[in-house]
């Protein structure tokens, strides 16, 4: 059975799949839904029109189940058993199994579901699979730490990026990922790898920038005994060959000497090296993920990187853009390092809506890095245990130059939002409110009932 053959009798098989009184769904080998029974509809809160043609990763990514049985099973290959969490708060215990073609590929993975939501059917499926439910938590544990920790996708543009990670997550295609320093490229790393069909390999993390020039090409490439003066005795492996078989990271990938380029080209089209001072090739099994701050195409301008390096690397870029325009983002974040934080300091901090609105109009020109600092400077410094706006202003936070915005509440209500955002600029730049009434020519009186009544003194 095959993707041609449930199409052709689509409604043979509904007829049929209705009379059963479990789940049944179905995606074909890329993961893209295309049958769902009436039972399986009945669960989740989601039509059949919801789910036909949008692939499992759009379904996760967009918050409609917390991890999939067939995303489990396109990356092993084999039956996978688990209890699912549908966005709606429901539970149900699924089964996915995979068919395969003539070649061995996965061409269907059908699921089965049954409803466990009320207790009692609970307490007995969990009698009936104590062992495999222990194993489910110690793999939901480490999806919820890779999904929802540093990697926050509230924004539509995140939501977006994140359902693509996750397609790309199992294949081995080199991924190249760039963005502005503390955007968090080495966090989609590790999330392409604990998604990936690699995950429990070797995973291997070197930054190009961070490793002496002289020493680059040993410590990537490994070296034979006598390549050069001091050289351990028996030689020593590089890091390609310690990731065999597994992932490796190359960070800052701009910053790699252009002498050693040619070679890290020849290790992606022939999959294999010659260590330092050696002549016999190693073959490799690897997957590369490379990511850097830099404008590649500028540095080929320049001559400082090969054209056909970066073609080579390009293979699946990932684009992660500056933190200051994913306002929900932003938001989620800083809830998360916050209570990271008040974990981590025994403290029990909040955050004033005041506050969270000044942080989410904030220029964030050290991106997410910048907001988990200024998230643990406040976290141990502050007395009190909200963080309010004026906090924000004894740091000195960086407010992005944008208007407010005009959608919502009436032309006074715009001009009020407006006149505030102005009034906090200034105070921010003269400090006090008499410097401001000198400078702007306003009378004290009057700026000091604006103030107070938008809550700025």
Known sequence: MDKKFILDHYDELMTLMNQVKVGIFITDGSGETIFVNDVSCSSGGLTREDMIGKT????VAAGHIKSSSTIRVLNSGKQEEMIQDLGNGEQIYVTG?????????IGLVITTERDITEVIELEKLLGQQENKYKTELEY????????????????????????YALRIAKLDSTVLITGESGTGKEVYANFLYENGSR???????INCSTIPENLLESEMFGYEEGAFTGANKGGKAGIFEMANHGTL????????????QPKLLRVLQEKEIIRLGGTKTIPLDIRVIAATNRDLKKQIEKGEFREDLYYRLNVMPIKIPPLAGRKKDIKKLAEYFLDVFNTTYNQHK???DEAMEV????????????????????????????????????????????LPSIEGGTYK????????SLLKKMLKKYGKASAISREYKIDKSTLHRRLKRYGLV
Request: charged share 35%.
């Open 140 to 163: 939901l544990k480490r999806q919820n730490i890779v999904m929802w920790g540093n990697l926050v996708a509230e924004d539509d543009i995140s939501k977006q990026l994140v359902a």
């Open 97 to 105: 199994a995979p068919i395969k073609s003539e070649d061995e590929n």
């Open 413 to 420: 209500e715009i001009m009020e939002r407006y006149e505030k």
């Open 350 to 352: 909040t955050i004033s």
């Open 359 to 402: 942080l989410q109009n904030a220029a964030w020109r050290g991106n997410v890095r910048e907001l988990e600092n200024l998230l643990e400077r406040l976290v141990i410094t502050m007395e009190e245990d909200e963080i309010t706006e004026r906090d924000l202003r004894v740091l000195d936070v960086d407010y992005n130059e944008m």
């Open 249 to 260: 990271f190359l960070d800052e990938i701009g910053d790699l000497p252009i002498h050693l």
């Open 56 to 59: 499992v990763y759009e379904l």
């Open 199 to 205: 995950v429990g390999k070797p995973f291997i993390k």
